[in-house]
């Protein structure tokens, strides 16, 4: 028997272990691909992608984000530079982005999260799970951009109930001529600090919406992005 007969023999055994190996055994995934490491990279294109998809997800769900971070950067770079790029493969290229972006975000790394989502939503604009991630980034981006603004709001709220207790303890009891101005001026506060937290947030809805929308205009194919 020559050798390359013997090598593929050898690669379809250890595809065909791979594939025996459960969803979801991230740790049988992880060893897997580390003890057969020589043995993969001899393997061919589509099979060699599909073992380091599945170690890259294991790095994931197994929190080692340094490795990960090196796998699927290099997984993106081998996916975009090969020949071909069929839909297998850009399912591979888009669930690997996502990946990433989580991970950056379960690290509180938001703002890299977020602009690995904007080019997800580029590619795929339809996709409900991009789009409610990158909008919830974007709300809350907008939440700290408003924070003074959201500190106005919460002073009206607590002079309302400063004014409450005043009424209360001081001036129905010693000063009842005035309670009718403090309760209007409680409720003037109150009014307003509720109106004021309904528009803040009717606006930072509506610019994470905008953004949102603006990115499904137009949608890009991975090598336009680069």
């Known amino acids: ?18 594939k025996k190996i459960p969803d979801k055994a ?29 170690y890259i997800k294991a790095l994931f769900h197994l929190d080692k984000y340094h490795q990960f971070y090196q796998y699927s950067d290099e997984l993106i770079s081998e ?14 290229y888009e669930q690997v982005l996502f990946y990433k972006a989580e991970a950056f975000y379960n690290e509180n790394k938001r703002q890299a999260a977020q602009a690995i989502y904007v080019d997800l939503m580029r590619l795929n604009a339809d996709n409900k799970i991009y789009k409610r991630k990158l909008f919830y980034l974007l709300f809350q981006n907008e939440q700290i951009r408003n924070r003074k603004n959201v500190a106005i709001v919460v002073l009206f709220i607590l002079l ?35 109106l004021g937290f ?21 949608q890009q194919t991975p090598d336009q992005q680069l």
Request: hydrophobic share 45%.
């Open 26 to 54: 991230y740790h049988d995934f992880y060893y897997f691909y580390q003890f057969y490491l020589p043995q993969i990279s001899t393997l061919g294109y589509d099979e060699y992608i599909e073992i380091k998809f599945n």
């Open 160 to 194: 309302s109930l400063f004014c409450t207790g005043i009424s209360i303890f001081v001036v129905q009891p010693f000063f009842a001529q005035w309670v009718s101005l403090i309760e209007l001026s409680r409720n003037i506060l109150f009014a307003c600090g509720i």
């Open 1 to 18: 028997m020559n050798k390359d007969l013997q090598n593929s023999i050898q690669s379809s055994k250890i595809f065909t272990r791979f």
């Open 79 to 92: 996916v975009l530079n090969h020949q071909t790029f069929e839909a297998k493969f850009r399912s591979i």
């Open 198 to 218: 309904i528009i803040i947030q009717g606006i930072q809805f509506k610019s994470s919406l905008t953004t949102i929308n603006s990115l499904a205009v137009k």
